[in-house]
């Protein structure tokens, strides 16, 4: 009895959008793989791409005035500094900051030793397993916030989790945005593709938090990646400029073939990595000391026959170890991918590629783990079943990490062993009776009953599972509460500005 009561509990937890725990407080230590000796030749290369390579700041004329205020070297939309210049500008950002979500007990703390998992983010496809692959739209956003929302194992609800392909591009940024912050309450991104877009966030986020809160505090970040390789174009300074500018985060991100966006070598992309991001953190710095900057990692290995992009390999894994190293000597909140993988379906290849990335992901550290669920086919397509399955694994890293190797007097168990006689058993001593509602991590989907229990209950895979899952918590959801007004006041500036802007589809 008290097994189906603890799984009522946590069953009900999923689906109620009760807050579990709303981020990784980390207590194991970080996996450092570089010795000093590596540290300080990866950094010196960093140090000769400011000073002699330069990164390109393009189409932005006004981030080339600001770094040739600030005393850059501005050669062309080329931009050099001295090496000490940029660090002690990233200096300036927070090592860690809260962003504030709409519900207090949601807010989350980025950077440090904490850790933050948000779903997939970008896809343009969905897929599950009735409806099978197809274009994003916003019925489909829509269920993924409110199972990001509900499910206990994230943290964040990101923005994009699919595209809804069904709303004009121009105008689809408002209703997303929307969608997060009346659907959920948990902690959100920002649009960034255009300056307008982004401006429009950090509008729609002031209406929810209000004016003299967001002076003070993180409320909403922008996720944007450089053109990489060596290459910044407006969409990034402009979000930072606009996000910055008003005392939010910005995420910066250099996506990172090594092969095609970067060199071969593992190390040599780390270190470009690490040049881009820095570069755009001191840019930040510029625009507003003290802005929120997390420093990303996405560099992925390629198939060098066909150009494809490969996931869970041994080069990236590595990577992630490498930035998240080198991020925290450079005082900067980290974020990497998760639960990546290049598979079309949730099967082997799945769970082997997305268990390799996300475990590195763990180990190395990252602050705020975007696409730690959902995410399929390269990054093409979101997939219900696989967010599910994933999360559901998450809940073991969390478990990992917030805790490790416990060894309080309770945890050693001295009184079972006044109990229990030698070849006896221990599954009805005291201490077993006391601990065996939290002793170990459950994980909701996996089977491990006897296979007659298994045929009996209809042979369903972990994907039926999932399945039958996400829509049990679509069925079970219920809107968070959010002050009337509020969401007045919002649906009229989504409405006005859907009335301003054109229709595009591109």
Not at 178 to 206: C, N
Not at 456 to 464: F, S, T
Not at 478 to 484: G, L, N, R, T, V
């Amino acid at each position: 009895m008290a097994r189906r009561s603890r799984a009522s509990r946590d069953r009900n937890l999923a689906v109620s959008g009760a807050p579990a725990s709303p981020y990784i407080q980390r207590q194991m230590p970080f996996y450092d793989i570089l010795d000093e000796e590596q540290v300080a030749k990866i950094e010196a290369q960093v140090d000769w791409m400011f000073e002699n390579v330069g990164i390109a700041f393009r189409d932005d004329p006004e981030a080339l005035r600001i770094w040739k205020d600030a005393g850059a070297t501005v050669d062309g939309d080329i931009i050099r500094a001295d090496a000490q210049w940029i660090r002690d500008l990233c200096a300036k950002a927070p090592r860690q900051f809260t962003q504030l979500a709409r519900n207090p007990e949601r807010s989350v703390v980025i950077g440090g030793t904490n850790q933050v998992f948000a779903p997939i983010y970008g896809a343009p496809f969905v897929r599950d397993l009735e409806g099978g692959r197809r274009y994003g739209d916003m019925d489909s956003f829509e269920k993924l916030v409110k199972l990001a929302y509900m499910h206990p194992n994230l943290h964040h609800t990101g923005l994009v989790i699919c595209e809804p392909c069904d709303v004009p591009v121009s105008k689809r940024h408002l209703d997303m945005v929307y969608a997060h912050m009346t659907l959920s309450d948990k902690p959100h991104l920002g649009a960034i593709t255009e300056m307008s877009r982004a401006q429009d966030s950090v509008d729609m986020a002031e209406i929810i938090h209000g004016k003299d809160v967001m002076e003070k505090n993180c409320v909403i970040m922008g996720n944007v990646n450089t053109n990489s390789p060596l290459l910044v174009d407006k969409v990034v300074t402009e979000a930072i400029r606009v996000y910055c500018g008003r005392g939010q985060g910005i995420v910066v991100v250099p996506f990172i073939l090594s092969g095609a966006m970067g060199p071969v070598s593992t190390a040599a992309s780390v270190a470009q990595a690490m040049a881009e991001a820095m570069m755009c953190c001191a840019f930040a710095q510029i625009v507003r000391p003290g802005a929120p900057f997390v420093l990303g990692n996405f560099l992925s290995s390629m198939s060098l026959k066909s150009g494809a992009p490969t996931f869970g390999m041994p080069e990236p894994v590595v990577s992630n170890y490498a930035i998240g190293q080198l991020a925290r000597r450079a005082g900067l909140p980290l974020r990497c991918g998760g639960s990546l993988t290049a598979s079309k379906i949730e099967d082997a290849q799945a769970a082997y590629e997305s268990a390799d990335s996300m475990h590195s992901t763990m180990l190395a550290g990252a602050n705020y783990v975007l696409h730690a669920a959902g995410w399929m086919e390269g990054g093409l397509c979101t997939g219900f079943e696989k967010l599910i399955m994933d999360a559901d694994r998450l809940g073991s890293y969390q478990k990992v990490l917030s805790q490790g190797l416990v060894t309080s007097d309770e945890e050693m168990a001295r009184d079972a062993y006044g109990e229990v006689e030698p070849g006896g058993h221990f599954l009805g001593s005291a201490h077993t009776m006391r601990n065996y509602q939290s002793a170990f991590y459950e994980p909701k989907l996996s089977d491990s009953e006897n296979v007659e229990s298994w045929e009996d209950a209809g042979e369903k895979d972990m994907r039926r599972r999932a399945f039958e899952r996400w829509n049990q918590m679509l069925h079970d959801y219920e809107k968070p509460a959010i002050d009337p007004a509020k969401e007045e006041e919002l649906a009229a500036y989504v409405a006005k500005r859907k009335e301003e802007i054109p229709d595009a589809w591109y």
